[in-house]
C-alpha cells in the first residue's frame, strides 16, 4: 500500500506557491514533491489555495478526482487579484496519470 499526501507549498528560496503531492509506503521516508498546481502567496507566507481532503478514485471512469480551495477564506483575498477563482473546484485525473506520478516517487 501506498500513502499519497496532498499540500500547499510555499519555497521562498525558489520563488514557488503550489499545491504539491508526495507519496510513501512507510510514512518516514517521502518521495520527491510533485507539483500538480501553482498558486500565490498569501498573507503570513500561506498559500491561497489549499487542497480539501483526500482523493475520490473513479475505477469504472479511470479517473482520479482532487478537490481544491481557492483564496482560502481568512487566508486568501480577491481583493487585489480580482481575477482569482473563489471556492471549491473538483479537478480531474487520469487514474493511469497518477500510477505513472506515484511509481515515478
Aim: hydrophobic share 45%; net charge neutral.
Amino acid at each position: 500500500e501506498t500513502l499519497l499526501a496532498l499540500f500547499p507549498v510555499l519555497d521562498r528560496s525558489k520563488n514557488i506557491s503550489s499545491i504539491a503531492m508526495s507519496i510513501s509506503e512507510d510514512a518516514v521516508l517521502w518521495s520527491p514533491l510533485v507539483q500538480l498546481m501553482s498558486s500565490l502567496v498569501a498573507s503570513k507566507g500561506r498559500t491561497m489555495d489549499h487542497p480539501v481532503d483526500g482523493i475520490l478514485v473513479q475505477q469504472a471512469a479511470g479517473e482520479v478526482y482532487l478537490f481544491m480551495q481557492h483564496t482560502v477564506p481568512g487566508i486568501g483575498s480577491s481583493k487585489y487579484h480580482l481575477d482569482r477563482e473563489i471556492g471549491l473546484r473538483r479537478y480531474t485525473m487520469k487514474l493511469d496519470r497518477l500510477r505513472t506520478l506515484t511509481a515515478a516517487g
